[in-house]
């Protein structure tokens, strides 16, 4: 691990935003509830003390967001558009593919997404020649990435702090990080 020539973040956009909206929230987030991207590069960046890439898959089949798209850009990501028959899981496959393309590199490898469709791939990733890791909320990450061995996993509010206000999340604590005065207010 460490001839790597950077770092790629694939950012499963749709998967993110699902679960904040519908498991956060309890409705769809507004623009300052959802995660700052650039925040995501950045930590990742530091964490791996590596230059970083980021691929933002987008389902574009009805329309292409413009504004979010140049806004994507200007943060540093190459958005990846996408179209496809609407019973297909077009972003799903594209991640899949470009995971499966990155075992041939020597590139680590952060999936931004909860999605255990794409627990085999980075298993496969995950070969100890790599640094791979997932960064989504802990507790909606797919259990299935929890028996991957080498696996680095990441909270996107808590290591990543992707957000500029707390939500509102039930989590598990570690006592080691337990502060009563976040209960006490």
């Known amino acids: ?17 699902a679960t904040l909206g519908g498991s956060i929230l309890g409705r769809r987030p507004q623009p300052d509830e959802r995660p700052r991207w650039d925040r995501i590069l950045s930590f990742v960046e530091k964490t791996w003390q590596q230059p970083t890439q980021g691929l933002f898959f987008l389902n574009a089949t009805t329309n292409l967001p413009m504004t979010f798209v140049q806004a994507l850009v200007a943060l540093g990501y ?13 972003v799903d496959i594209a991640i899949q593919r470009t995971l499966r393309a990155l075992r041939d590199r020597d590139d680590d490898v952060m999936l931004v997404s909860h999605d255990g469709d794409f627990a085999d791939d980075v298993r496969a990733l995950a070969d100890g020649r790599r640094r ?4 989504a909320f802990g507790e909606f990450r797919n259990t299935g990435f929890v ?5 680095e996993t990441y909270d996107l509010e808590f290591d990543a702090a992707a957000f ?4 509102p999340r039930v989590r598990v604590i570690p006592i080691e990080e337990f502060d009563p005065a976040q209960f006490l207010r």
Do not use: F
Request: proline share 12%; no cysteine.
């Open 164 to 167: 500029d206000a707390p939500l």
């Open 132 to 135: 791979v890791g997932v960064l």
């Open 78 to 90: 190459k958005p990846v558009p996408l179209s496809g028959p609407s019973d297909e899981k077009i």
């Open 1 to 17: 691990m460490g001839d790597a020539q950077g770092a790629w973040v694939l950012v499963d956009g749709e998967n993110i935003d």
């Open 147 to 151: 028996t991957i061995p080498g696996l």
